[in-house]
Antibody
Framework: QVQLVQSAGEVKKPGASVKVSCKTSGYIFSSYGISWVRQVPGQGLEWMGWISGYNGNTNYPQKFRGRVTLTTGTSTSYMELRGLRSDDTATYYC??????????WGQGTQVTVSS | SSELTQDPAVSVALGQTVRITCQGDSLRSYYTNWYQQKPGQAPVLVMYGKNNRPAGIPDRFFGSSSGDTASLTITGAQAEDEADYYCGFRDSSDNHRKFGGGTKLTV
């Protein structure tokens, strides 16, 4: 079955960078993109960007442009967030982006930013 | 506007029917998806397109849309349906994804 398995949680200091991985299996990676979504504790879902599994093209919302970089490897997507602040403390999810829907989602990676 | 508005909280008695709504001008042009999120878990797709349920989603879940409002109806709500529900869609003008603020369903 289709699975997305994310890397373990991390604790970072303000100003640092974090790189989260999302390893996929059960489907042809190049057939779909990967979207990244974050959730600040107690809040809703926030879309961070998309990367094509076919050619690596990316699309970011203005809020994250220049601070987030999405890349791909072998059946894996990576999300790097730079210049971490305390309000970046959140759970970060990857999801297979099928165009009309996000399905399935990874289990989430908790990133804590604290001095 | 591409904003989506959801009621923060809705409650339903066990076995009764509940409707969770999502409102936004963009919904006049796009179908929304619905994601269920239980505490401490990742979101799960429960409805997409006009009224499509992914494999494994019970048929008590029903999706509909009228004008600027999309609805997820649960007929005969079960205790395991207690969760947060988010609507979301992809705006084809910029291919950016948008989510509603979420509705906490209490059964």
């Amino acid at each position: 079955q289709v699975q997305l398995v994310q890397s373990a949680g991390e604790v970072k200091k303000p100003g640092a960078s974090v790189k989260v991985s999302c390893k996929t299996s059960g489907y042809i990676f190049s057939s779909y993109g990967i979207s990244w979504v974050r959730q600040v504790p107690g809040q809703g879902l926030e879309w961070m960007g998309w990367i094509s599994g076919y050619n690596g093209n990316t699309n970011y919302p203005q809020k994250f442009r220049g601070r987030v970089t999405l890349t791909t490897g072998t059946s894996t997507s990576y999300m790097e967030l730079r210049g971490l602040r305390s309000d970046d403390t959140a759970t970060y999810y990857c999801a297979r982006d099928m165009g009309d829907r996000l399905d399935p989602w990874g289990q989430g990676t908790q990133v804590t930013v604290s001095s | 506007s591409s904003e989506l508005t959801q009621d923060p909280a809705v409650s339903v008695a066990l076995g009764q029917t509940v409707r969770i709504t999502c409102q936004g001008d963009s919904l006049r042009s796009y179908y929304t998806n619905w994601y269920q999120q239980k505490p401490g878990q990742a979101p799960v797709l429960v409805m997409y397109g006009k009224n499509n349920r992914p494999a494994g989603i019970p048929d008590r879940f029903f999706g509909s849309s009228s004008g600027d409002t999309a609805s997820l109806t649960i007929t005969g709500a079960q205790a395991e349906d207690e969760a947060d529900y988010y609507c979301g869609f992809r705006d084809s003008s910029d291919n950016h994804r948008k989510f509603g603020g979420g509705t906490k369903l209490t059964v």
